[in-house]
């Protein structure tokens, strides 16, 4: 059942509770500013069935969210550098693997960098996805500094005149400030190739992490220039209100969702389909 036909359920047929449905926005990870401007808003009107509460929030949450985002297109002259960033266990490598194919279905030249060189496993990963997708993996050491590996691959990128470099990082918790100084020594590394590497920064979050997930975005947008999000685990299920409140609250959007393990299940975030499937 969707998240608006759950809120329609509970509230239907009788008086509003202003704490309950205070409560039940905000467990649907919409976020507190949000949650209080709906209940700002339904409070103005006459009369306040489940019906409106639901078009109040539907229309807020069609408000925030992009209608059209600009796709991912090659630059003219230089490889377009993708850093990809997150915490451990998102499904921050399977992303970027899918975002690979993703273009390369389009037709795009594509590059992998492995750059997560802290876990071995990370770097066996990604190039067995290269494998499977016919794509190079530029591979580092283990324990190789991420920060070189990038550098190198975007200097073959630049040889090959491939289109797309995308550059798995090391998961970090979003509390560690050691590691994620280590993103802006990525870029600061980047730009002495292309002053204006990386290009797009996306964040890979996990929709049923809920609110932890607008902490974490917090975090990684004050240490790195994110230009979007990913977001993984997004089924069908009810999930992805966290995707609202961080739109609402940090203007970042989501670019690109995950909703399942194969690399065809990813696709550019589409408002109208997010709204009508997964809410």
């Known amino acids: 059942m969707s998240f608006f036909q759950r809120l329609k359920e509970r509230f239907i047929g009788k008086p509003v509770d202003w704490d309950e449905l ?3 926005l905000i467990r649907a990870d919409l976020g507190v500013p949000l949650t209080l ?6 409070q103005t009107l006459p009369k306040v069935t489940s019906k409106e509460i639901v078009e109040v929030t539907r229309a807020e949450v069609m408000r925030l969210l992009p209608m059209d985002l600009p796709p991912l297109r090659p630059l003219p002259a230089s490889p377009k550098v993708i850093l990809v960033v997150g915490v451990n266990g998102t499904g921050k490598t399977t992303s970027t693997a899918k975002l690979a194919h993703y273009l390369k279905s389009r037709r795009h030249s594509v590059l992998l960098a492995a750059a997560d060189t802290f876990r071995a496993a990370a770097i066996e990963q990604l190039g067995l996805w290269g494998e499977r997708l016919g794509i190079e993996v530029v591979k580092g050491q283990y324990n190789a500094d991420p920060a070189a590996v990038c550098y190198d691959a975007l200097e073959r990128a630049e040889k090959q005149n491939i289109e797309f470099l995308i550059c798995d990082t090391a998961g970090r918790l979003h509390t560690r400030s050691n590691l994620m100084a280590e993103l802006a020594k990525i870029s600061r590394t980047l730009a002495k190739r292309d002053p204006k590497a990386p290009h797009e920064c996306f964040l890979v979050v996990d929709a049923t992490t809920g609110s932890n997930a607008l902490m974490q975005a917090k975090e990684f947008k004050a240490a790195a220039n994110l230009t979007g999000m990913i ?3 997004l089924d069908g299920s009810g999930k992805g209100g966290v995707l609202v409140a961080i739109q609402n609250e940090l203007g970042l959007p989501t670019r690109f ?14 408002r109208d389909d997010f709204v009508e499937r997964m809410m």
């Not at 401007?37 to 339904?42: A, H």
């Not at 969702?257 to 589409?270: H, I, N, R, Y």
């Open 231 to 233: 977001v993984t685990k």
């Open 37 to 42: 401007r709906i209940i700002s808003t339904l």
């Open 22 to 24: 205070e409560e039940t």
């Open 257 to 270: 969702v995950g909703t399942g393990e194969k690399a065809t299940e990813f696709a550019p975030f589409d």
